[in-house]
């Protein structure tokens, strides 16, 4: 499994790689000010974006995304903090406009959203970080390789950080689809590549970030399918 910095084309091995990045982004990064402390907001280049805190109680944070071109409609039902981690870190508990079906989804710039008016709807930009992801060729070869009486419809949603049993809920989700778009993205900093697999689930788009190791020498085409175990980032485009 590629981390999540990996999956945005940086090379975190380690605590001194993390800091390396972390000062590179409070220098480089705009700064967005908010009452529980300040983001630093790193645009690397490409969409590629990595957002620095500085909480009010001392700790530091660092969170990845890539701000793609997938568009998902939703109405906001909640406002999630995760006490398990900074102040600045924190979740939108969501209801799909198509489909019907609860959601949540990790924010980068949480904080900036401490009045939001709740519920309304809007239109999210989300960002896949696989788990794990299978690639099919087609909607045909997925119901060839999933057999089970079980198995999921091709284009599948299913909020598995919902069923957290520890009452911790998580922006993680399994979910399956159709490959509408693909972007090949070069880190300008480490100058590695890769893939942003922008997919067609059940209930909207969402860009699926890849890296060739993920792939493992295939070919990505549009038209492919793929289905697996993703962390979700997303960021607020409008409301509608």
Known sequence: ??????????????????????????????????????????????????????????????????????????????????????????????????????????????????????????????????HNINIYESEEDYYKKNTSENTFAAEHFVPSGMFNTENSLEADALFGGKVIKIEKIKNLITRKDIYCAKTKTYGGEIDVLLTSSLLEGKELKVGNNISGHFWLSAKILDKH
């Open 1 to 130: 499994m590629a981390s999540h910095y990996e999956l945005i084309g940086l090379n975190v091995k380690s605590i001194d790689d993390l800091k390396h990045y972390y000062q590179n982004g409070i220098e480089l990064g705009d700064k967005i000010e908010t009452e529980m402390g300040s983001y630093f907001l790193w645009k690397i280049g490409r969409g590629i974006e990595l957002w620095l805190q500085a909480n009010k109680d001392g700790k530091l944070g660092i969170n990845p995304h890539y701000f793609g071109t997938s568009e998902f409609k939703a109405e906001i039902k909640k406002r999630n903090i995760n006490l398990n981690h900074t102040l600045l870190d924190g979740s939108l508990q969501c209801l799909s406009e198509e489909g019907g079906y609860p959601f949540i989804v990790d924010l980068p710039d949480f904080a900036t959203y401490k009045n939001i008016k709740i519920p309304q709807s809007v239109i999210l930009q989300i960002t896949a970080f696989p």
